[in-house]
């Protein structure tokens, strides 16, 4: 795995439900697919899984889980470094530190917080959870973070913190900026194509999730809600039904929205199409993701924290050194003087 700071990225996935076809679509495939172009670091992010309530060994599970399903989608530990966020303590040590440079205002203007925050029983972390974000990503010296457009903020919050440290306290911290991917099929609930398919829905017979066996997947594809005529037209305004199921078909296979639509006469043969692609996609990856061992994934998890263990501790000394925290050491004679513009520490 290349050491280089060259354009690395950082990804992580949150155990909070199953994962599904909209999940690999937005973020697995991508993470996979910028592995052989970038050094990439991939984690579940289970200490985000703390700030709403949650079942411990559910919580266990589903991080095994999610580590599997990404090495089954393709992700190559060899290549990538994979981990669970816990195993790192160095995440929870470089939290607290960055909160002690982000300001309340800053962490309340966030729109998680905005809108699922603001009760008496709300829990502290979910207001600060954006720092550790910024920890998460400042940890390793990362200088791009793929994300979608609706993430950007927490983002700028990280630039925001890196900047505002390296100017109190001398440049400790790489700033990041954000990248955006090719935007990928936002796709809906096959049970109702006005709501987003998403992993916490775990009832919905509209969700895809990727642990579901084929037959489950076959039938809620077929079951899928269309719309009012009989006619194949892109149009998600006026047939967002139509137009969910074709944004599946592009989706997996890579086809344009309007042509696949032109190729198809019926609502019926639209959705045998989309039988097809989703499981030419989901079928490969079970299989892989059955071969694995929880052992095995543990492992992969625990080599993987113990590669990030070096960089991790460097950069926390490198911040509580900057913040008067540890003794600073002393240079030896004819030691260049570390620069006070860097904004990528080495």
Same mark, same amino acid.
């Given at each position: 795995?290349?050491?280089?700071?060259?354009?690395?990225?950082?990804?992580?996935?949150?155990?909070?439900?199953?994962?599904?076809?909209?999940? +690999?679509?937005?973020?697995?495939?991508?993470?996979?697919?910028?592995?052989?172009?970038? %050094?990439?670091?991939?984690?579940?992010?289970? &200490?985000?899984?703390?700030?709403?309530?949650?079942?411990?060994?559910? &919580?266990?599970?589903?991080?095994?889980?999610?580590?599997?399903?990404?090495?089954?989608?393709?992700?190559?530990?060899?290549?990538?470094?994979? +981990? @669970?966020?816990?195993?790192?303590?160095?995440? #929870?040590?470089?939290?607290?530190?960055?909160?002690?440079?982000?300001?309340?205002?800053?962490?309340?203007?966030?729109?998680?917080?905005?809108?699922?925050?603001?009760?008496?029983?709300?829990? &502290?972390?979910?207001?600060?959870?954006?720092?550790?974000?910024?920890?998460?990503?400042?940890?390793?010296?990362?200088?791009?973070?793929?994300?979608?457009?609706?993430?950007?903020?927490?983002?700028?919050?990280?630039?925001?913190?890196?900047? @505002?440290?390296?100017?109190?306290?001398?440049?400790?911290?790489?700033?990041?900026?954000?990248?955006?991917?090719?935007?990928? *099929?936002?796709?809906?609930?096959?049970?109702?194509?006005?709501?987003?398919?998403?992993?916490?829905? *775990?009832?919905?017979?509209?969700?895809?999730?990727?642990?579901? %066996?084929? $037959?489950?997947?076959?039938?809620?594809?077929?079951?899928?809600?269309?719309?009012?005529?009989?006619?194949?037209? +892109?149009?998600?305004?006026?047939?967002?039904?139509?137009?969910?199921?074709?944004?599946?078909?592009?989706?997996?296979?890579?086809?344009?929205?309007?042509?696949?639509?032109?190729?198809?006469?019926?609502?019926?043969?639209?959705?045998?199409?989309?039988?097809? *692609?989703?499981?030419?996609?989901?079928? %490969?990856?079970?299989?892989? +993701?059955?071969? &694995?061992?929880?052992?095995?994934?543990?492992?992969?998890?625990?080599?993987?924290?113990?590669? #990030?263990? $070096?960089?991790?501790?460097?950069?926390?000394?490198?911040?509580?050194? #900057?913040?008067?925290?540890?003794?600073? @050491?002393?240079?030896?004679?004819?030691?260049?003087?570390?620069?006070?513009? *860097?904004?990528?520490?080495?």
């Amino acid at each position: 795995m290349s050491n280089s700071l060259s354009n690395r990225r950082i990804s992580g996935f949150k155990p909070t439900g199953p994962l599904q076809l909209g999940n +690999y679509v937005g973020a697995i495939r991508p993470t996979v697919e910028g592995q052989h172009a970038h %050094p990439t670091i991939a984690f579940v992010a289970d &200490l985000h899984a703390l700030t709403v309530p949650h079942d411990p060994e559910r &919580l266990r599970e589903l991080s095994l889980q999610v580590a599997g399903l990404l090495v089954a989608a393709g992700l190559d530990p060899r290549r990538t470094l994979l +981990y @669970r966020q816990s195993d790192l303590p160095a995440h #929870a040590e470089l939290h607290y530190l960055l909160e002690c440079v982000a300001s309340y205002g800053e962490a309340h203007r966030m729109v998680q917080f905005k809108e699922k925050g603001g009760g008496s029983g709300t829990r &502290l972390s979910l207001l600060t959870y954006p720092v550790l974000m910024a920890a998460d990503i400042l940890l390793h010296d990362i200088e791009e973070v793929p994300v979608g457009r609706d993430q950007r903020q927490h983002v700028e919050l990280a630039r925001d913190i890196a900047m @505002r440290f390296n100017e109190r306290y001398g440049p400790a911290l790489t700033v990041p900026r954000a990248v955006h991917p090719p935007i990928a *099929a936002r796709l809906a609930d096959l049970a109702d194509p006005t709501a987003k398919m998403g992993k916490t829905n *775990a009832r919905s017979n509209g969700v895809l999730f990727l642990l579901d %066996p084929p $037959d489950v997947l076959r039938r809620k594809i077929m079951r899928a809600v269309t719309d009012g005529g009989t006619e194949v037209a +892109y149009d998600p305004e006026h047939k967002p039904g139509v137009a969910n199921l074709i944004d599946l078909i592009s989706a997996c296979t890579g086809g344009k929205p309007e042509q696949i639509a032109q190729h198809h006469e019926t609502y019926g043969a639209l959705k045998s199409t989309a039988v097809d *692609a989703v499981l030419s996609i989901i079928e %490969p990856m079970q299989q892989r +993701y059955n071969q &694995l061992t929880e052992d095995e994934i543990g492992q992969i998890l625990a080599d993987g924290a113990e590669q #990030a263990q $070096d960089r991790a501790a460097k950069t926390v000394h490198r911040v509580k050194e #900057a913040m008067g925290l540890t003794t600073a @050491r002393r240079a030896p004679a004819g030691t260049p003087a570390r620069p006070q513009t *860097a904004q990528q520490p080495h």
